[in-house]
């Protein structure tokens, strides 16, 4: 095993191509998990109040629901998708992004995602190396992907994945790859608090919810991986990207100004971003500023 791992440090070519394709391969199960869990949550949360209404015998029975059941298939039509039409990011270029049996649109998202996936998990090897440092950072990045694509289509971060990757950006401080225990301890508890925060007052001073409480776990998250010294920077990024992005979808009226915009997906833009650039960005303030 140690041998192959130096025979990719040394063959950089043959080290990023098998990143690319198992990374494609990995974006595609993300869609799936984009595409599944809130339905899946909905279904688990339609479940739990119809029992505690007493109503489950008036529920209609709905079809069994998971990563795995039923297999891919076509929205439009149920055809169900054969491997090599399954083929991570070829499959869509061949079939020119339209279903084999019916002829519908396939969503440019299953593409993109892919791609995303590919071209970060490169970055993140480029940056940590071979180890296991990196296939953290590469988890992180993935679910980061995945949060960001949900919360766009549905406007919901799922504590299925947020709780869970917060806590092991917990467990992981004890290797301090990342940040040592005590800075990811006070990222968790600040991240989250410093979001809450803010909401209410905003809410005091306006009357409005300017985000959800699922923006305040993700943030606590971020702040459980890379430590409290990087929340106002992932805030300071996320805000700004969301004020020009934001102020542009309205201008050339791809968006609703009545709509909110979701706030997650530029958190976890901006918390990737830290986790590869944080450290320089933060001594560049500081040097800019005089402190470094």
Request: proline residues 5%.
């Amino acid at each position: 095993m140690i041998d192959g791992l130096l025979l990719l440090e040394r063959h950089p070519d043959l080290l990023y191509g098998g990143v690319v394709l198992f990374a494609l391969a990995v974006g595609s199960f993300l869609n799936v998990v984009i595409s599944r869990l809130p339905r899946m949550l909905d279904h688990a949360w339609r479940r739990e109040c119809a029992d505690l209404l007493g109503r489950k015998e008036t529920t209609p029975r709905e079809p069994r629901l998971s990563l795995a059941h039923p297999p891919s298939h076509c929205r439009h039509c149920g055809h169900r998708i054969r491997a090599l039409e399954n083929l991570p990011l070829l499959s869509y270029l061949v079939l020119r992004g339209r279903c084999a049996a019916c002829g519908e649109a396939i969503g440019p998202r299953y593409p993109l995602v892919e791609a995303v996936a590919a071209l970060l998990s490169v970055l993140v090897v480029q940056r940590f190396g071979v180890g296991w440092e990196s296939v953290a950072a590469l988890l992180l990045t993935w679910c980061l992907i995945t949060l960001a694509a949900i919360d766009l289509e549905t406007g919901s971060l799922p504590d299925a994945i947020t709780l869970p990757v917060l806590w092991l950006g917990l467990m992981l401080s004890l290797t301090h790859w990342f940040t040592d225990s005590r800075s990811a301890i006070l990222g968790a508890a600040l991240g989250y608090l410093g979001l809450w925060g803010l909401f209410h007052l905003f809410r005091l001073l306006t009357g409005k919810e300017a985000m959800g409480f699922g923006d305040f776990k993700l943030f606590a998250m971020l702040g459980a991986w890379l430590g409290w010294q990087y929340l106002p920077q992932i805030l300071l990024l996320a805000t700004c990207a969301g004020v020009l992005v934001g102020g542009a979808l309205i201008l050339v009226r791809k968006w609703d100004p009545r709509r909110p915009i979701p706030f997650g997906p530029f958190l976890a833009t901006a918390g990737w971003i830290g986790l590869l650039w944080g450290d320089a960005i933060n001594h560049g303030y500081l040097r800019w500023v005089g402190l470094a």
